[in-house]
């Protein structure tokens, strides 16, 4: 029987039908802001979940999303839909922007956004207004026997990998079967010499974890 687990912040949703080591920590930003108007770009669903319990209302032209949660958020809490990139990752996302020809736009996101994706933007000429909406950080008081349950781990995030790596040491990680959700995340694994049974193109973890169970 498979034991897998998914690495990453507290999620109640996926915790009902998947174990959860919550390695991260979120905690949402307070937003002196009560309204919001342009394009906008979401890197996920805690940033439009930040921007509800600030109480800010949107006025959009064009919407963009990574994953199918963020854009279910969007509608759930604001009725708007959005574009999503075939591969849904940061890079993606940018090269989305750029080929609509949009000149500028606000990126809702965490204190951890991607520098490549920023650097990509601002090189096709196109003015980045970042909001960051939620913190991320690792959570201290993860048990390191938390990983003992579980042979195979899904990361969520580079940043997941990395707060593990720190915790266990690369020597009993290489004796996991481990998981990406995403390109940045696989990269990651790599530059430490580990490489992902699975990279997978959208950062859906139900389905991720489903694959996982039934590989």
Not at 24 to 29: P, Q
Not at 75 to 87: D, M, Q, R, S
Not at 92 to 116: P, W
Not at 131 to 148: G, L
């Amino acid at each position: 029987m498979v034991k897998a687990a998914y690495v990453g912040a507290e999620d109640e949703e996926i915790k009902r039908d998947y174990p959860i080591i919550p390695i991260l920590r979120i905690r949402y930003n307070v937003i002196d802001i009560k309204k919001m108007e342009g394009n906008f770009a979401f890197t996920s669903k805690r940033g439009i979940i930040s921007l509800k319990l600030n109480g800010i209302s949107l006025r959009p032209i064009e919407l963009y999303c990574i994953g199918k949660a963020t854009k279910n958020n969007l509608f759930k809490y604001y009725g708007f839909t959005c574009k999503v990139p075939e591969i849904e990752d940061s890079l993606h996302l940018a090269e989305l922007i750029i080929n609509d020809g949009v000149k500028n736009i606000t990126l809702v996101t965490s204190n951890q956004y991607s520098r490549e994706m920023i650097k990509k933007l601002d090189e096709n000429g196109i003015h980045v207004n970042i909001v960051e909406a939620y913190e991320i950080s690792k959570n201290e008081n993860i048990n390191p026997q938390e990983f003992c349950n579980y042979d195979s781990l899904l990361f969520g995030s580079s940043k997941s990998f990395l707060f593990t790596l720190e915790l266990m040491g690369l020597d009993k990680l290489k004796n996991k079967k481990i998981y990406a959700i995403g390109g940045p995340t696989a990269r990651t694994m790599e530059a430490y010499g580990l490489k992902p049974l699975m990279t997978f193109a959208s950062p859906d973890i139900r389905k991720a974890m489903e694959f996982i169970f039934n590989s």
